[in-house]
């Protein structure tokens, strides 16, 4: 436990050295696309890594929105170095967040439900990634919350990996080209992610109640 402590203060430290030097550098206080770009563009060729640095830590503490992050990298440096850059950054923030449920998280919360099914050790992979998966398409669930929730469940992190990145990417691309921000409603966000974390816990315990559906056995609840 203290060595999971250690490891998520370093993640922390460097969460914060990271904003340090954003801010250091003159990072302007309003983040729509067309300030951060043209922010971005005076800081020559550290300005696709000061874009990842940003987009870890807006999946990491979660206020900070994620697609205008996103159309900035579009029009900062186009649509496939853009949507590269912004995928990258995403993905590494939302692993870090998945850690740090992990670590932190996952044991309390599987001695509070020890026989749910989206926890258990043994539980099914299928239906966590296809659950990770249909998140990261639709923009309106908050990218930190889903990270963060997934850490706590039994999924194996390279399939969380892979179904946030498959996911996010038609959506990342969208508006890496369009370069434009898609405004949301923190509140229905929040109230989004939370629906969706709801239903992610209560339908593999609703089907486990009945494993000779159809639907529970593609799933592969008892496996």
Excluded at 137 to 162: H, N
Excluded at 164 to 172: E, I, Q, R, S
């Amino acid at each position: 436990m203290t060595f999971r402590i250690a490891v998520i203060a370093v993640v922390l430290a460097a969460l914060t050295g990271a904003w340090w030097l954003l801010q250091s550098l003159g990072m302007p206080a309003d983040l729509s696309p067309d300030t951060l770009s043209e922010w971005l563009g005076s800081q020559g060729s550290t300005g696709p890594i000061l874009l990842m640095l940003l987009m870890i830590i807006a999946v990491v503490v979660g206020p900070i929105p994620t697609l205008p992050v996103s159309a900035t990298a579009g029009l900062a440096f186009g649509i496939l170095w853009g949507t590269a850059i912004a995928a990258t950054g995403a993905l590494l923030g939302a692993m870090s967040a998945f850690w740090i449920a992990r670590c932190l998280g996952r044991e309390a919360i599987c001695n509070r439900f020890p026989d749910h099914p989206a926890l258990a050790r043994d539980g099914s992979q299928r239906f966590l990634t296809i659950a990770v998966l249909l998140t990261r398409l639709v923009p309106v669930f908050s990218f930190a919350l889903i990270s963060y929730a997934a850490g706590v469940t039994a999924i194996k992190a390279w399939r969380f990996a892979i179904a946030t990145l498959v996911g996010m990417l038609p959506m990342t691309v969208v508006f890496a080209g369009l370069g434009n921000t898609f405004k949301l409603n923190p509140v229905l966000t929040v109230l989004a992610g939370t629906a969706i974390l709801i239903v992610m816990m209560w339908l593999p315990w609703s089907i486990s109640r009945h494993p000779g559906s159809r639907l529970a056995r593609w799933l592969q609840l008892n496996q």
